[in-house]
T-cell receptor, first 115, second 113 residues
Framework: AQSVAQPEDQVNVAEGNPLTVKCTYS??????LFWYVQYPNRGLQFLLK??????LVKGSYGFEAEFNKSQTSFHLKKPSALVSDSALYFC?????????????FGTGTRLLVSP | DAGVIQSPRHEVTEMGQEVTLRCKPISGHDYLFWYRQTMMRGLELLIYFNNNVPIDDSGMPEDRFSAKMPNASFSTLKIQPSEPRDSAVYFC???????????FGEGSRLTVL
């Protein structure tokens, strides 16, 4: 069965500092991996995805994520955090050979960026 | 592009009443999804359609829930009768992408008293 874990409920970082939001996954075969962001009272917004190829994926708003197959991780990173990055971040995984019903979302990590 | 449009944004109803949530997907998208988000259970897939046909409804909680997609530009999620435990935010999402890049609506917050 596919699963994704976001070990931190909340991440606190000061504006201008680098940020990392962690995600590990379990899936049979090769994965599709995603990061989404949710602002208060809004729907989820797609940030980036890994399908195949380069392990470093760049996405919207300066975010990037690194796929690490040996550690089964897909951590979200940004070199310099902004207060406006404060939101709820979701990691999601789906096996390449599975249907959409197998797209599994993590429980979310709240990112708080202080001025 | 207007994005995925959901209505109503907020619904407060009493137990036993029928609730209908509506969704207009992005034009040209051939997949449509209904998700439910709660603090306890996170984000759960209820049902999804491909080309207006339901593909997987294994996430629908019980017979009180039903979903339809009569055409490519409209879908409904109906709860009859509603119960307090149905209180949640219901999201509709659509996509053309076959990997999992979904476009979510703003959600419908349902409160059943």
């Amino acid at each position: 069965a596919q699963s994704v874990a976001q070990p931190e409920d909340q991440v606190n970082v000061a504006e201008g500092n680098p940020l990392t939001v962690k995600c590990t996954y379990s899936v049979s075969g090769n994965p599709y991996l995603f990061w989404y962001v949710q602002y208060p009272n809004r729907g989820l917004q797609f940030l980036l995805k890994y399908i195949t190829g380069d392990n470093l994926v760049k996405g919207s708003y300066g975010f990037e994520a690194e796929f690490n197959k040996s550690q089964t991780s897909f951590h979200l990173k940004k070199p310099s955090a902004l207060v406006s990055d404060s939101a709820l971040y979701f990691c999601a995984v789906r096996g390449m050979n599975t249907g959409f019903q197998k797209l599994v979302f993590g429980t979310g990590t709240r990112l708080l960026v202080s001025p | 592009d207007a994005g995925v449009i959901q209505s109503p944004r907020h619904e407060v109803t009493e137990m036993g009443q029928e609730v209908t949530l509506r969704c207009k997907p992005i034009s040209g998208h051939d997949y449509l999804f209904w998700y439910r988000q709660t603090m306890m259970r996170g984000l759960e897939l209820l049902i999804y359609f491909n080309n207006n046909v339901p593909i997987d409804d294994s996430g629908m909680p019980e017979d009180r829930f039903s979903a339809k997609m009569p055409n490519a530009s409209f879908s409904t999620l109906k709860i009859q009768p509603s119960e307090p435990r149905d209180s949640a935010v219901y999201f509709c999402a659509s996509t053309w992408d076959h990997t999992g890049e979904l476009f979510f609506g703003e959600g419908s917050r349902l409160t059943v008293l």
